[in-house]
């Protein structure tokens, strides 16, 4: 009788590398598929950006060194006018005044770079319907020898653009060129800070004393440090009564030192030693800040300076009692 051959069985572990050998072909295709359609998105991006760039119409394309002053209003508020003297800018109406070098250079920035999705032949409604009748802010340039004036106006949503009048001619901006130009006087101050971050680490603060009138009081408890110095920390300097003010108009403002605020306290300086290693060194220092008296415009607030500055700013005089421990 004739035997039927037995059939060969395959071994479990070929099936399994079968199907490890198809899953690998199959990630390497998924992987290869993810990285083409990756670098397809990236050139469409990329391609879109420049196409969007190259619609862009051109408003104002002028080196910031090139302004020779700039004038703003905003938010309702009485113009403000500088002017570039020796590669600095001044406040036309007073050049005594300590201008923030850096916030005029922002605004110079934002003022001579502006571009515009597309120029608007007519808005319906007129210049009222696009906030252009009474614009938030108004700015004139001067630079290359012309002078420039820019009127800021409504948000269209439809556009997701912001008009904006250049020298007369409409135009859909994607930046709010009067963001740049939201700030007051105080704003542009270039304002002491309390030098908080030297005192990050407590244990390089040794003590605060107190001096009010003939009361003196010392705090070297870490606890009392803490609080009190988180809340000096956070003081903000920013409206003031006088700028530019000598020993005698400090006194009469009551910053005589009569009241006053003494943080000591060991400074970390690093240097480099002679192998080029960093060393740090521990020097004492002292920070002084006086508290003078309440202001004669508005008693809510008080007059305070630190006492190596020449502007006399002001503060809340709840603020001002509590630094006196009151």
Not at 234 to 242: F, P, Q, V, W
Not at 305 to 320: F, G, H, M, N, Q
């Amino acid at each position: 009788m004739e035997q039927t051959p037995k059939r060969r069985r395959s071994h479990p572990l070929a099936k399994l590398g079968v199907l490890c050998a198809v899953a690998l072909v199959l990630a390497l295709a998924y992987g290869a598929l993810r990285a083409a359609n990756a670098k397809k998105a990236a050139e469409e991006a990329q391609a879109a950006m420049e196409a969007a760039q190259a619609a862009n119409v051109t408003v104002a394309a002028f080196e910031p060194s090139e302004l020779s002053s700039l004038t703003y209003s905003s938010n309702g508020r009485e113009p403000l006018a500088f002017i570039v003297v020796n590669g600095a800018w001044q406040w036309k109406d007073d050049p005594a005044f300590p201008l923030d070098q850096s916030a005029l250079a922002s605004m110079g920035t934002a003022v001579t770079k502006i571009t515009a999705l597309r120029a608007v032949e007519s808005v319906e409604g007129g210049l009222e319907a696009c906030g252009l009748a009474e614009p938030s802010c108004t700015v004139t340039a001067s630079y290359g020898g012309d002078t420039h004036t820019y009127l800021c106006g409504d948000y269209n949503a439809v556009a997701k653009a912001y008009y904006l009048m250049a020298d007369g001619k409409i135009y859909l901006t994607s930046d709010n060129l009067g963001m740049y130009f939201g700030k007051a006087l105080p704003d542009l101050l270039a304002r002491d800070t309390i030098p908080s971050a030297d005192w990050t680490a407590r244990d390089l603060v040794t003590s605060v004393v107190i001096r009010d009138g003939e009361r003196e009081v010392t705090l070297t408890d870490a606890e009392e440090l803490d609080e009190y110095l988180s809340s000096f920390s956070t003081l903000y300097l920013r409206d003031y009564a006088d700028y530019h003010a000598d020993a005698a108009e400090k006194a009469a403002l009551g910053l005589d030192g009569s009241r006053s605020v003494t943080v000591n306290y060991r400074k970390s300086v690093s240097t480099s030693g002679e192998d080029g290693s960093s060393v740090t060194n521990y020097l004492d220092t002292s920070y002084v800040f006086y508290i003078g008296n309440p202001s004669e415009e508005d008693p809510a607030k008080t007059v305070c300076s630190p006492a190596s500055s020449d502007v006399a700013y002001l503060i809340t005089t709840e603020k001002a009692e509590a630094l006196m421990g009151r």
